[in-house]
């Protein structure tokens, strides 16, 4: 996929997933990889906002980072999308998996 607003990602696997759809080095189970996706497409967005991305997902905004949660049939949260934005750009797009530890430098 093109990546037009995406500007960084601190999770190589994740960007390998974004570009490739190759999911291999992602935890993720099927149903979430599918919510991963939209997530990401809606973060590439030429008109991205983050108040519209409120109106779809549950957003959590912290001092450090900005966060999405992924979940499972759009019930059960297993991990989230973190990333920080400005000016409708958005940087150092992430993961967090429950149960899973990375490391966004070595994945």
């Not at 997902?57 to 297993?78: A, G, H, K």
């Amino acid at each position: 996929m093109e990546v037009r607003l995406i500007k960084s990602f601190k999770s190589a696997a994740l960007e390998l997933y974004f570009r490739h759809a190759d999911a291999s080095n992602l935890p993720f189970c099927s149903t979430a990889l599918a919510e991963v996706s939209e997530i990401l497409i809606d973060l590439n967005l030429p008109d991205f906002d983050i108040a519209d991305l409120r109106l779809l997902w549950t957003v959590n905004e912290y001092s450090d980072f900005t966060s999405v949660t992924v979940t499972v049939n759009r019930t059960e949260p297993t991990g989230a999308i973190l990333f920080n934005y400005y000016q409708s750009q958005v940087y150092e797009v992430d993961y967090f998996c429950e149960g899973y530890s990375h490391d966004s430098n070595h994945d």
